[in-house]
């Protein structure tokens, strides 16, 4: 069991991997090799900051779960804040 803020933020962590899937697959259909490969780049740099983004919920549900006694030096409570911004992707 999690807690409702830690749902929270993994509900945002997932919805952010459905839409860059849904890019790629979008990219994939792209005939033109720099159109796509400049999609490609962009969408690299979204995944890249939900990896770091995912970390952080997984070392939230060890904590909940009492799995771990304290979150890891490397967690930085920002990451795990609720975003108030538009994707617009």
């Known amino acids: 069991m999690a807690s409702?803020?830690?749902?929270?933020?993994?509900?945002?962590?997932?919805?952010?991997l459905t839409?860059?899937?849904r890019h790629l697959m979008e990219v994939a259909g792209e005939s033109d090799s720099s159109t796509?490969?400049?999609?490609?780049?962009?969408?690299?740099?979204?995944?890249?900051?939900l990896t770091e983004?995912?970390?952080?919920?997984?070392?939230?549900m060890r904590l909940e779960v009492?799995?771990?006694q304290d979150l890891p030096d490397w967690?930085?409570?920002e990451i795990g804040q609720p975003?108030?911004?538009h994707d617009g992707h």
């Open 75 to 77: 967690y930085d409570p």
């Open 36 to 49: 796509r490969q400049a999609r490609l780049v962009r969408i690299i740099g979204h995944l890249d900051g």
């Open 53 to 60: 983004q995912q970390g952080h919920v997984r070392a939230l």
């Open 19 to 21: 839409t860059a899937y």
């Open 66 to 68: 009492r799995a771990t």
């Open 83 to 85: 975003s108030r911004q």
């Open 4 to 16: 409702d803020a830690v749902l929270e933020i993994e509900s945002r962590v997932n919805a952010k």
